[in-house]
């Protein structure tokens, strides 16, 4: 991917295009978020709605404590409602770049990386310390590209814990959240 840039503040890139040299695909970033379903609903097609509220919103601190990480570097994904954490957890996990997926656009925080996509996660394979859906993206496709995006070894959490997620390990379930575990293929 080739990003140009048109406005910058300080790192961020506000406005600009990224492209991909290959396909020639191109996509605006427009107030700091790279959208890549040209169209700007903030919401992915495919999310679910009415899913089932829990009895507390999920924490940032309670987020990591699932997330298991240890020490700097990496990245981790937050899906829809889950993104309104992303301030909070970069303090929980420091070193480590928070990216955001379909975010509300109250919940953006300016320590982290945003994007619009439908139907999936735009982003490579096995590349996340960490992955967490909100009650919004706790359906597919999210939960089959939060496990895609996992790297081996770490984990997944859900805020459903009536979640069933493929191809990884159930580590808990309770209080509105399920956590997983992704293992080596």
């Known amino acids: 991917m080739v990003c140009v840039t048109h406005a910058v503040e300080g790192t961020r890139v506000l406005r600009g295009v990224v492209g991909c040299p290959v396909c020639k695909a191109e996509y605006p970033i427009v107030d700091g978020v790279v959208d890549f379903t040209h169209q700007r609903t903030g919401a992915a097609a495919h999310q679910r709605t009415g899913a089932p509220a829990h009895r507390e919103p999920l924490t940032a601190e309670a987020a990591a404590t699932f997330l298991g990480l240890r020490g700097p570097g990496g990245y981790v994904l937050l899906a829809g409602t889950a993104a309104r954490l992303a301030g909070d957890l970069a303090a929980f996990v420091p070193g480590v770049h928070v990216v955001c997926v379909n975010a ?64 990884v390990v159930e580590m808990a379930r309770g209080a509105g959240v399920s956590v997983w575990e992704r293992r080596a293929r």
Not at 120 to 135: Q, T
Not at 144 to 153: A, K
Request: contains cysteine; hydrophobic residues 40%.
């Open 104 to 167: 509300p656009n109250e919940a953006r925080s300016p320590s982290a990386s945003y994007l619009l996509a439908e139907g999936g996660v735009p982003l490579k394979s096995s590349w996340m310390r960490g992955v967490v859906l909100g009650a919004d993206c706790a359906g597919e496709p999210w939960l089959g590209e939060g496990v895609r995006t996992l790297l081996d070894g770490l984990r997944l959490v859900v805020e459903d814990e009536a979640a069933e997620v493929p191809g």
